[in-house]
């Protein structure tokens, strides 16, 4: 309880300290940066330190290297070769490969059992801290947010979706939303659940979906005629799962999930892109009707006190 009590009290204090900061903040003057800029087009590094005086680094640390204290032990038991005595020497400091750690941790216990001085840095302190936010956000995901997500897509596509082909099935107008949504969702549920894999409300959507899932494991960028008759380029390379993602299963499933759900676009307007296929006009009216159609579902699954 003791270790929360900062943090809870740095909960209490930040509203007060964002008020302060935004009440202390100048109000930014567009017209006056694009000026500056205008006046600045030519301007270089000298020009900005002579407006903007700031403390240069030295080249080199002014500390006599012979003299460091406990030298003849650093040389010993971390067996410098003749170049890294140089560099130490000539730098005051020295960044070599041949020493590196996996971690933090790893490389301060090597330092106690060699019984060297220890520098606790602050890049030490940061990388313990994000490393037990790492940790809360794993815990938070795997009981939290990947058991949410996977009950509310369930119920967008086994409830809300049969209620939209109810709504909407008879009209043959709105066949290729409605498997665009379905699509949509079977994919979603598939890269969340792969060992128990969602069936599709339309027999039809099956082979589209495996065929994307195929392009996501390829991880490569393919060109996909999605939710249009128009393909477009799509990064599958986004889907390979990194960071704490990739030590999981059930995070790595999760992470493809939410890249998924994330990246895919449902166009509104025309996008403007370099060498592209222009989308035509219907098909970015079939995606605007797709959206019209998800937000539909979620606000049906909501109403029914499914979310």
Known sequence: MKRLLPLVAAAMLLPGLVTVLRAQTPTFDLDAYRAYLSQHRAIDGGGVLREHPAPLFQRRAQIPFAEARYLDSVRLKYKLTTDEV??????????????????F?????????????????????????????????KSTELQLLIPRLDFLLRAL????????????????????????????????????????????????????????????????????????????????????????????AA????????????????????????????????DIQRQVIDAYLVKDAVAMADSAGMR
């Open 105 to 137: 941790g790893t490389a301060y216990q090597d330092a106690w059992v060699k019984d060297m001085p220890v520098l606790v840095s602050t890049d030490a302190i940061l990388h313990a801290v994000h490393m037990s936010y790492d940790e809360i956000l």
């Open 157 to 248: 596509h086994t409830a809300s979706l049969p209620a939209l082909d109810a709504a909407h099935g008879a009209n043959p107008a709105m066949r290729a939303m409605l498997r665009d949504v379905d699509l949509y969702l079977t994919v979603a549920r598939r890269l969340l659940r792969p060992q128990s894999p969602a069936k599709p409300l339309y027999a039809e959507t099956d082979a589209a979906a495996n065929d994307m899932l195929l392009l996501v494991a390829a991880e490569q960028p393919s060109d996909v005629a999605l939710f249009s008759s128009t393909a477009r380029t799509i990064d599958f390379s986004q889907f390979t799962p990194r960071g704490h993602y990739a030590e999981d």
């Open 251 to 282: 995070l790595s499933a999760y992470f493809k999930a939410m890249i998924w759900l994330g990246r895919t676009e449902f166009m509104l307007t025309k996008p403007v892109q370099q060498g592209a296929p222009v989308q035509k006009d219907e």
């Open 86 to 103: 140089d560099l130490l020497s000539e730098n005051g400091f020295l960044v070599t490969e041949r020493l590196s750690y996996g971690s």
